[in-house]
């Protein structure tokens, strides 16, 4: 318990990636759930007599469900960008170091490190 607090309270490493993965998720789940819904309707204006408008719903709700689902990656990707170029950026300040003759060899990479 003492090192998730400690791991809150200290900035040796940087809290953002998962955050962004649980809201990345989480978004996911209502864009899912609203074609769901989006489905429901169109199948019930079938039952109710509106053909024309019941088929048009019935394709335009998964497709934009989709690139809904797409662009909410994308932006959340934008997001992850910030934190690994920060990760990045301490990476070559570290080499830039050892290059001038400063400090030691930085430690083995972190296996927590998000991978796309």
């Known amino acids: 318990m003492q090192t998730i607090i ?3 309270f200290g900035f040796d490493r940087l809290i953002g990636p998962v955050l ?4 990345y998720y989480f978004g996911a789940a ?3 759930c609203v074609g769901l819904f989006g489905l429901f309707l169109a199948l019930m204006s079938l039952l109710t007599g509106n053909i024309g ?3 048009m719903q019935l394709i335009a709700t998964p497709a ?3 690139v809904g689902l797409v662009y909410w990656r994308f932006l959340c990707e934008l997001f992850m960008l910030a ?3 920060f990760e990045r950026l301490g990476e070559v ?3 830039m170091r050892i290059a001038a003759g400063v400090a030691p060899a930085p ?3 972190d296996p927590d490190h998000p991978a796309f």
Do not use: E, K, M, Q
């Open 6 to 8: 400690r791991r809150f």
């Open 20 to 23: 962004v993965r649980i809201v």
């Open 30 to 32: 209502v864009i899912i």
């Open 53 to 55: 408008g019941g088929l």
């Open 64 to 66: 934009v469900a989709a």
């Open 83 to 85: 934190f690994l170029a």
């Open 93 to 95: 300040r570290d080499l």
């Open 107 to 109: 430690s083995a990479p």
